[in-house]
């Protein structure tokens, strides 16, 4: 049976906890979701909550991100790198890269 959702194509530019849920939300009904996290730094639910993970007996496993990140793809950018690499073409390049193929961009992110 075909998912409702599986022809849409979700950019996941979330952190903690909010954005994520509505990322597996789409995920759930069949959606294809790309996480991007910083190259540097991740989504910073990867270092939280690990104590509870491993008390869950998930040895060291992050139980809190991996269930708000189920069902979905990732990919991680410096996107401070290829800004300066690129100068003002940065967003025609960032826009022919990803945005062309998307449908739903779900993001947490100030700015």
Same mark, same amino acid.
């Given at each position: 049976?075909?998912?409702?959702?599986?022809?849409?194509? !979700? $950019?996941?530019?979330?952190?903690?906890?909010? *954005?994520?849920? +509505?990322?597996?939300?789409?995920?759930? #009904? &069949? =959606?294809? !979701? $790309?996480?991007?996290?910083?190259?540097?730094? *991740?989504?910073? +639910?990867?270092?939280?909550?690990?104590? #509870? &993970? =491993?008390?869950?007996?998930?040895?060291?496993?992050?139980?809190?991100?991996?269930?708000?990140?189920?069902?979905?793809?990732?990919?991680?950018?410096?996107?401070?790198?290829?800004?300066?690499?690129?100068?003002?073409?940065?967003?025609?390049?960032?826009?022919?890269?990803?945005?062309?193929?998307?449908?739903?961009?779900?993001?947490?992110?100030?700015?």
């Amino acid at each position: 049976m075909p998912m409702p959702l599986e022809a849409i194509r !979700v $950019i996941d530019w979330t952190i903690f906890q909010q *954005g994520p849920i +509505a990322g597996v939300m789409l995920a759930d #009904l &069949g =959606a294809k !979701v $790309i996480k991007i996290e910083d190259r540097v730094t *991740g989504d910073p +639910a990867r270092g939280l909550m690990v104590v #509870l &993970g =491993a008390t869950a007996g998930l040895k060291g496993r992050n139980a809190y991100y991996e269930y708000n990140n189920r069902g979905k793809r990732g990919i991680t950018l410096d996107l401070r790198k290829e800004r300066r690499r690129l100068g003002k073409s940065f967003t025609v390049w960032w826009r022919s890269r990803m945005y062309l193929s998307i449908t739903i961009v779900v993001t947490s992110l100030k700015g």
